[in-house]
């Protein structure tokens, strides 16, 4: 009898995967910049993870993480399956200051289009934009939509079962809690605010699919992640 041989396993995607997706969409549906947020580390508003982009330092820094988070969060954001809808920085005057909004001009972001990325229990946007109003083909731009939604729940998948989930600092603050520690004494361990540690846990809670400290705690043991 043959013996029979597994089929060797397909390796994982990575954020550099999903970098290099985001990027050919870009090219494909004529959009010059990409940005992929987790919008709900922890669930708290205003919370803002930018998992990959290609806008540059200074576009960010300029524009402010505050001012992208009222953009991701906002509800002008098109689910999959429907159309992609176009949005002049002007037309979001009701999201942003008007500073805000002179910003992104400057910064050529010209036509903004914010896309729904559901996977999972994660909750994602990709904001894509270009230099020239009317230059994104909004067909193609939904088809990257569908493929992004694809790998990123394929890493929220490999995230959960590998448990190599939590950052050095999320992992520190964990421990400190599970030990009974509050915040505040927490932040005195590690020289940071007590809002930083709630933070932290905060984003520990959320990746590691916990309802709260209890259970995010219980499940790290468990996996040996503290």
Not at 8 to 35: I, S, V
Not at 97 to 123: I, N, S, T, W, Y
Not at 144 to 169: D, P, V
């Amino acid at each position: 009898m043959r013996e029979r041989t597994a089929a060797p396993r397909r390796k994982a995607a990575t954020r550099r995967d999903l970098a290099t997706l985001a990027r050919q969409g870009c090219r494909e549906a004529g959009a010059a910049f990409y940005l992929i947020a987790d919008t709900a580390p922890g669930g708290a508003s205003g919370a803002l993870r930018i998992l990959v982009s290609n806008w540059s330092f200074d576009t960010i820094e300029d524009v402010g993480l505050s001012a992208i988070a009222r953009l991701v969060e906002s509800p002008i954001s098109t689910s999959p399956g429907a159309a992609p809808c176009a949005w002049h920085p002007l037309a979001l005057a009701a999201l942003l200051a008007q500073d805000d909004v002179a910003r992104l001009c400057q910064h050529d972001h010209q036509e903004m289009f914010l896309l729904k990325l559901p996977a999972g229990k994660g909750r994602f946007i990709g904001l894509f934009s270009a230099m020239t109003a009317g230059s994104v083909d909004a067909a193609r731009l939904a088809r990257t939509q569908m493929a992004l939604c694809h790998m990123l729940s394929g890493l929220e998948n490999e995230k959960a079962a590998s448990g190599e989930l939590l950052s050095e600092r999320e992992r520190e603050c964990l421990s400190w809690v599970s030990q009974g520690k509050t915040a505040d004494e927490v932040s005195q361990i590690l020289n940071v605010s007590s809002n930083t540690v709630n933070s932290y846990v905060a984003h520990a809670i959320h990746k590691l699919s916990a309802k709260n400290r209890a259970m995010a705690i219980a499940t790290a043991i468990r996996r040996g992640i503290i």
